[in-house]
């Protein structure tokens, strides 16, 4: 069943679970994210024209085709609303704040849903400004997707480690002047799948993207 409490449960456990590595900043690497038909439910949303392939090295240059659990994909499809709920939860809420050392009060639920393709890049950046939290939850499991991980930089953005790659893994971090990451080009046979998951601060203009545009996270 495909319930934001299961949704919940298995985000607390994967926390629990986690890996973490101080540098070149603070991040943490997890797996079994979410549990196995929540992730077979996502790869069946009718959304695949979304496929993004030459962004310019900035998600921002297609902003029209990106696709967001906003309140309207929530009442359309259950696994968006199952996982908006969930991230929107008190206890997946502290658990994240226990695991980061971070305070979420007052963030807003953001996903985004990206299909990337032959092409896609992007330019070393931080996530700075109003991002609280980023999660990204990979979903591709073909051939050579073990390739596709965030690149994870230093401040001088010489290449310090790659994310594992792996379907229902990810990577967590605390956006802050540090925390230099991207994607380089490189092959790419077939669709690069993931979830970003964002607390954002209470002044993001672009409420449409929001999960609960009206009641930020834990309350």
């Known amino acids: 069943m495909i319930d934001a409490a299961s949704v919940a449960a298995s985000l607390i456990k994967c926390f629990d679970a986690s890996r973490?590595?101080?540098?070149?900043?603070?991040?943490?690497l997890i797996a079994d994210i979410l549990p196995p038909e929540v992730c077979d439910a996502v790869?069946?949303?009718?959304?695949?024209?979304a496929r993004v392939d030459d962004t310019l090295g900035k998600r921002e240059t297609h902003n029209s085709a990106r696709v967001f659990f906003s309140a309207k994909k929530r009442a359309r499809y259950p696994v968006c609303e199952a996982i908006s709920a969930a991230f929107q939860s008190a206890p997946v809420v502290e658990r994240i704040e226990r695991l980061c050392d971070a305070k979420l009060g007052g963030g807003y639920v953001r996903?985004?849903?990206?299909?990337?393709?032959?092409?896609?890049?992007?330019?070393?950046?931080?996530d700075i400004g109003a991002k609280m939290f980023t999660l990204l939850v990979y979903l591709s499991?073909?051939?050579g997707s073990e390739a596709w991980g965030t690149d994870i930089l230093d401040s001088n953005l010489n290449l310090v480690a790659v994310a594992p790659y792996k379907r229902n893994a990810g990577l967590i971090f605390i956006p802050g002047g540090d925390t230099w990451h991207g994607?380089?080009?490189r092959p790419m046979n077939g669709?690069?799948?993931s979830?970003?998951?964002n607390y954002v601060k209470p002044e993001w203009r672009s409420r449409h993207e929001l999960a609960f545009p009206d009641r930020?996270?834990?309350?």
């Open 20 to 28: 973490f590595s101080a540098a070149p900043y603070r991040y943490w």
């Open 141 to 143: 499991s073909e051939p």
């Open 183 to 185: 994607f380089r080009r």
């Open 111 to 126: 996903v985004e849903y990206c299909l990337d393709g032959e092409g896609f890049w992007l330019e070393p950046h931080t």
């Open 43 to 49: 790869d069946a949303l009718p959304i695949r024209t």
């Open 191 to 193: 669709v690069r799948r």
């Open 216 to 219: 930020p996270a834990g309350v």
């Open 195 to 197: 979830l970003i998951v």
